[in-house]
């Protein structure tokens, strides 16, 4: 059973199997870039204060910009080339009732979402190829980049929630019960602050007006405590739940890589990588807009590969079998999820690999 193969690891454990899997989750922080090697990180906290204490200092974190950039995270897949262009749209069929409660309302919150902000995918006509990007705008066809923006924005402020919301609840459990978490609390977290990156990346192109804000604040004010009490009745219908909102970034995100390479963004072509996409992803210097959105949408497909491989398990007993390490991209963006045996399986091979290692440096 899952939860007799639980895998705790200790630092120097961890250490030696991301030595020996490269694409294990958590060896983010052993890859590095100039601005992110993790000596640089003990040389700056290792210098002696000089002048005023920095802590005292009211805009303390924004005088020090430079100091330690890239490796204040949590650990993270990073993707290469290959991997990120290996993502494809896809949809779980829900057979149950519950999953189809959950789908039925993704569906239900697009549809409010886009007929709020007045979206509608209208698929290009042939007679489309001979307009202007200005028409195609006008006629409905293509947002600007402001629809993005706006559509993006929004979708990671709400997107942010579910990870949190799971994570506090099995961490409240984990207390009260005086019982181990089997490695859920974690992965959670991890896509919480993923999406919260996003977040921090996409606003870095923008400032919102304060309509935008207040609309953040009421969605986040009824979908947090909606998700609470859903999460405390049935994880499992929430994380298909996710695992469905998932569905729909992957899709919004694959068609904003299809406009932005068709030229119909203009705004965006040849638009640098914000600096603080090419710390957390670890892009080249010179990265554009472009490879930051194909890294976010690997994110999505990871999370609605994780949140409907979660769904498939015993929400109350099952090991988490990403809580180790996650499969790459060619897995996670070409299927929709381990069933249960599967993740057993998965399981088991990676305490296979870690049987491996210690062997090695016997
Ligand atoms: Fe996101
Ligand atoms: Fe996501």
Same mark, same amino acid.
């Given at each position: 059973?899952?939860?007799?193969?639980?895998?705790?690891?200790?630092?120097?454990?961890?250490?030696?199997?991301?030595?020996?899997?490269?694409? +294990?989750?958590?060896?983010?922080?052993?890859?590095?870039?100039?601005?992110?090697?993790?000596?640089?990180?003990?040389?700056?906290?290792?210098?002696?204060?000089?002048?005023?204490?920095?802590?005292?200092?009211? *805009?303390?974190?924004?005088?020090?910009?430079?100091?330690?950039?890239?490796?204040?995270?949590? =650990?993270?897949?990073?993707?290469?080339?290959?991997?990120?262009?290996?993502?494809?749209?896809?949809?779980?069929?829900?057979?149950?009732?519950? *999953? !189809?409660?959950?789908?039925?309302?993704?569906?239900?919150?697009?549809?409010?979402?886009?007929?709020?902000?007045?979206?509608?995918?209208?698929?290009?006509?042939?007679?489309?190829?001979?307009?202007?990007?200005?028409?195609?705008? !006008?006629?409905?066809?293509?947002?600007?980049?402001?629809?993005?923006?706006?559509?993006?924005?929004?979708?990671?402020?709400?997107?942010?929630?579910?990870?949190?919301?799971?994570?506090?609840?099995?961490?409240?459990?984990? +207390?009260?019960?005086?019982?181990? &978490?089997?490695?859920?609390?974690?992965?959670? +977290?991890?896509?919480?602050?993923?999406?919260?990156?996003?977040?921090?990346?996409?606003?870095?192109?923008? *400032?919102?007006?304060?309509? =935008?804000?207040?609309?953040?604040? #009421?969605?986040? #004010?009824?979908?947090?405590?909606?998700?609470?009490?859903?999460?405390?009745?049935?994880?499992?219908?929430?994380?298909?739940?996710?695992?469905?909102?998932?569905?729909?970034?992957?899709?919004?995100?694959?068609?904003?890589?299809?406009?932005?390479?068709?030229?119909?963004?203009?705004?965006?072509?040849?638009?640098?990588?914000?600096?603080?996409?090419?710390?957390?992803?670890? +892009?080249?210097?010179?990265?554009?807009?472009?490879?930051?959105?194909?890294?976010?949408?690997?994110?999505?497909?990871?999370?609605?590969?994780?949140?409907?491989?979660?769904?498939?398990?015993?929400?109350?007993?099952?090991?988490?079998?990403?809580?180790?390490?996650?499969?790459?991209?060619?897995?996670?963006?070409?299927?929709?999820?381990?069933?249960?045996?599967?993740?057993?399986?998965?399981?088991?091979?990676?305490?296979?690999?870690?049987?491996?290692? !210690?062997?090695? &440096?016997?």
């Amino acid at each position: 059973m899952l939860r007799t193969t639980l895998i705790r690891l200790a630092p120097a454990q961890r250490a030696a199997l991301c030595a020996a899997r490269p694409r +294990l989750v958590g060896c983010a922080f052993m890859s590095t870039t100039p601005s992110a090697t993790p000596s640089r990180k003990h040389e700056a906290l290792e210098q002696p204060a000089a002048g005023p204490s920095r802590l005292s200092t009211p *805009d303390a974190v924004s005088t020090v910009p430079t100091m330690v950039r890239g490796d204040w995270v949590l =650990f993270h897949p990073v993707y290469t080339t290959a991997e990120m262009k290996a993502v494809e749209v896809l949809h779980r069929e829900a057979k149950t009732v519950p *999953d !189809k409660l959950a789908y039925g309302l993704v569906r239900l919150a697009r549809w409010g979402f886009d007929f709020v902000s007045r979206y509608k995918h209208k698929p290009m006509s042939p007679a489309g190829a001979a307009m202007t990007v200005e028409e195609l705008r !006008k006629a409905g066809h293509l947002l600007d980049e402001r629809g993005w923006l706006n559509r993006i924005l929004f979708l990671e402020t709400i997107a942010g929630v579910p990870g949190m919301v799971a994570a506090t609840l099995r961490h409240l459990t984990s +207390l009260r019960l005086m019982r181990r &978490d089997s490695g859920w609390i974690h992965t959670c +977290l991890e896509e919480a602050e993923n999406e919260r990156m996003h977040l921090m990346t996409f606003m870095t192109l923008r *400032d919102s007006s304060i309509w =935008f804000r207040a609309l953040i604040l #009421g969605a986040q #004010g009824v979908f947090y405590n909606l998700f609470f009490l859903a999460y405390i009745v049935s994880p499992r219908t929430c994380h298909r739940f996710v695992g469905h909102l998932e569905e729909e970034a992957v899709l919004t995100y694959t068609r904003c890589i299809e406009d932005l390479e068709a030229g119909r963004i203009p705004e965006w072509t040849d638009k640098p990588a914000p600096g603080i996409a090419i710390d957390y992803w670890r +892009l080249p210097a010179d990265a554009k807009l472009l490879d930051v959105i194909y890294a976010v949408r690997s994110d999505e497909s990871t999370h609605r590969f994780v949140n409907h491989s979660l769904a498939n398990l015993e929400a109350a007993r099952d090991v988490n079998p990403f809580a180790l390490r996650e499969p790459d991209m060619f897995t996670k963006g070409r299927k929709i999820a381990f069933d249960r045996d599967e993740a057993e399986r998965y399981v088991r091979e990676s305490h296979s690999l870690m049987e491996q290692k !210690k062997r090695e &440096d016997a």
